[in-house]
């Protein structure tokens, strides 16, 4: 078999285990937002609320962002896991950064900084265990 067709079968295989992740990460995000407005976190920012549902559509926006960058890195990177990785965490934690400045509640920025980590903790190893060392 080609090198060709290994990188494809690698990227494929890559892709179809982010959208899955993405799918989880998405409903996780969701039940946690759920769960933190049911305990009482407001889901207001700047008096706007954010409805449940755009935790999961979000979610889903960045991390099929982050299979796009699995895939290139895949094809592109002489590590692709190791600069996915590093790559995601450090994107993960600049996308704190307006949870953090945001005109919340310090409840609800936490809350909105959890669902972060929530889909990081879902999509990044699923993903990165797909790319080759």
Partial sequence: MSTTANTTRAITSTIGAGVVATAAASVATMAVAAAGNAAGISLDIGGDPIPV???????????????AIAALLSRFARHPRRAFVRTTVVLTVLSLVPDVLADASPATKALLMFTHLVAAAIVIPAVARRLAA
Avoid: D, M, P
């Fill in 53 to 67: 549902a755009g935790f999961g559509v979000l979610t889903a926006v960045f991390s099929l962002l982050g299979v």
